[in-house]
């Protein structure tokens, strides 16, 4: 989960359905995203080599793999499917954003905003895919992978041109003003 640096005030939680957002929350996305784009139906407008995602639904295939991750108020697989016929592997990043709207909110504008990590999407940050709607007022975010071949989570025994790498990522996210929350090993994927 990503923070900013700054202290903006959080938008009001509000109990969520699958398509009711808090009115806040949906005027500060309308102001990064183009007039065309509805914001209260697809919430997230996919960029450079997603743009074929954007309002489109992610298809999966049934293959999923649990990666184990769990957060407050989200969990994290992987799976396999299509977007717009499109194969896709993805990091499906499930928030119960019924009860974690705040959170789910600040990354999803911390990615969406051009000023912040829109730009440093797919260099050292995961490219978003789509943001789609779930059941019970879920929502989930889906990611590219670090490498379609071969990724791993950091180890502290990894090579040292691998820690500056890391480095270097977090350097380029706080030049942008924003602060990762939870830093550890697990939350760290590179592509190799």
């Not at 989930?140 to 791993?152: C, F, K, N, Q, T």
């Not at 500056?164 to 939350?187: E, F």
Request: charged content about 20%; glycine content about 8%; hydrophobic content about 40%.
């Amino acid at each position: 989960m990503f923070w900013p640096l700054r202290n903006p005030p959080p938008p009001e939680p509000v109990e969520d359905t699958s398509l009711q957002m808090d009115p806040n929350a949906v005027e500060a996305l309308k102001k990064i995203n183009s007039k065309t784009f509805d914001v209260e139906k697809y919430i997230y407008q996919p960029h450079g080599k997603f743009a074929f995602a954007a309002q489109k639904e992610l298809i999966t295939d049934g293959l999923t793999f649990d990666t184990g991750l769990i957060g407050e108020g989200f969990s994290m697989c992987i799976k396999k499917g299509s977007i717009a016929d499109h194969p896709v592997t993805v990091f499906h990043k499930l928030w119960n954003a019924s009860k974690y709207w705040d959170q789910f909110f600040t990354e999803l504008y911390l990615f969406s905003h051009p000023q912040l990590l829109r730009f440093l999407q797919g260099d050292c940050v995961p490219h978003i895919i789509n943001v789609s709607h779930h059941r019970e007022g879920n929502k989930a975010i889906a990611m590219e992978l670090p490498h379609y071949g071969v990724w791993r989570t950091a180890t502290p025994g990894m090579p040292v041109d691998l820690k500056r790498g890391v480095l270097d990522a977090y350097a380029r996210i706080h030049a942008q003003g924003v602060l990762h929350g939870d830093i550890s090993l697990h939350n760290i994927f590179l592509g190799t």
